[in-house]
């Protein structure tokens, strides 16, 4: 009984040390993504080809991500489907 108490004692010991370092890097995550939203709050105008409209930098990058990620997803399904029709 006193081993699994030793041995349980050092597991949470552990476990402390990895939740710290968890919570360390969560901080630091949360940090970087609050001063990246104060340094790109600035506005700029977008030219589309019959309009244009102001938005703010961080919006205009997200939604760059967003289009990028559906657009790259839409495109490896397309390949993975064309593969497979082709066999192997």
């Known amino acids: 009984m006193r081993r699994q108490r030793e ?3 050092e597991l949470e010991e552990q476990w402390q040390g990895r939740l710290y ?11 970087y993504v609050i001063a990246f939203i104060i340094e790109n709050s600035k506005h700029v105008s977008v030219h ?4 244009t409209t ?4 961080v919006w205009l990058i997200v ?3 967003a289009l990028g990620l ?3 997803t839409l495109l490896s399904q397309l ?3 064309r593969r497979s029709r082709r066999g192997p």
């Open 48 to 51: 589309f080809v019959v309009t």
């Open 70 to 72: 559906i657009g790259g």
């Open 63 to 65: 939604l760059s991500l």
């Open 7 to 9: 041995a349980a004692s």
């Open 79 to 81: 390949e993975r489907r």
């Open 21 to 31: 370092a968890r919570l360390i890097a969560l901080a630091i995550v949360v940090g």
């Open 54 to 57: 102001r938005v703010s930098i």
